[in-house]
T-cell receptor, first 110, second 113 residues
Framework: TQLLEQSPQFLSIQEGENLTVYCNSSSVFSSLQWYRQEPGEGPVLLVTVVTGGEVKKLKRLTFQFGDARKDSSLHITAAQPGDTGLYLCAGDSGTYKYIFGTGTRLKVLA | GAVVSQHPSWVICKSGTSVKIECRSLDFQATTMFWYRQFPKQSLMLMATSNEGSKATYEQGVEKDKFLINHASLTLSTLTVTSAHPEDSSFYIC?????????FGSGTRLTVV
């Protein structure tokens, strides 16, 4: 059972557009991580959100943790082709298992 | 920082043979290691959690007799795919919990022909 559902599953946008990726769960997470993964490589950590309602910014990327710590979002401003990749949220729901979201594949067209 | 070295990075094997994938923690001790499988264009699916010195905990639907996990030391966990079949072809990644989060191996691309 996948506890972390991401939407959208796929996204193809033009360079310069904004986008938001959502990560939702019915479970409470003590923290959530966001990763970006390139084909054939391991995931690369972008950010960790810990506190409910927390907002973190990483250049053009803005991450938010829901107040109830059950959901998170990733917003990219003025997307660039270099942002293309698989975006994954992940977390430990308290069962000592580290699980990943269903993933969002982003393609930014020049 | 904490590094997990995963080998091999890719392997091609014949159907019916076994393949061993190793993950070593280079500068820390990994009490717990997670093993994931990733099919093309999909997310990472947790296969099992291995704990040093004890039996691995497998996720529902993962055959423990087919995917043998050994975590005999604090720096080494191995995943052996036994009697591999083409449907086992996938990208396998290990991960270890560290103080500030999790660190990942670079993955193993397994192709069974």
């Amino acid at each position: 059972t996948q506890l972390l559902e991401q939407s959208p599953q796929f996204l193809s946008i033009q360079e310069g557009e904004n986008l938001t990726v959502y990560c939702n769960s019915s479970s409470v997470f003590s923290s959530l991580q966001w990763y970006r993964q390139e084909p054939g490589e391991g995931p690369v950590l972008l950010v960790t959100v810990v506190t409910g309602g927390e907002v973190k910014k990483l250049k053009r990327l803005t991450f938010q943790f829901g107040d109830a710590r059950k959901d998170s979002s990733l917003h990219i401003t003025a997307a660039q082709p270099g942002d293309t990749g698989l975006y994954l949220c992940a977390g430990d729901s308290g069962t000592y298992k580290y699980i990943f979201g269903t993933g969002t594949r982003l393609k930014v067209l020049a | 920082g904490a590094v997990v070295s995963q080998h091999p990075s890719w392997v091609i094997c014949k159907s019916g043979t076994s393949v061993k994938i190793e993950c070593r923690s280079l500068d820390f001790q990994a009490t717990t290691m997670f093993w994931y499988r990733q099919f093309p264009k999909q997310s990472l699916m947790l296969m099992a959690t291995s704990n040093e010195g004890s039996k691995a905990t497998y996720e529902q639907g993962v055959e423990k007799d087919k995917f043998l996990i050994n975590h005999a030391s604090l720096t080494l966990s191995t995943l052996t795919v036994t009697s591999a079949h083409p449907e086992d072809s996938s990208f396998y990644i290990c991960s270890a919990k560290i103080r500030d989060g999790y660190t990942f191996g670079s993955g193993t691309r397994l192709t069974v022909v």
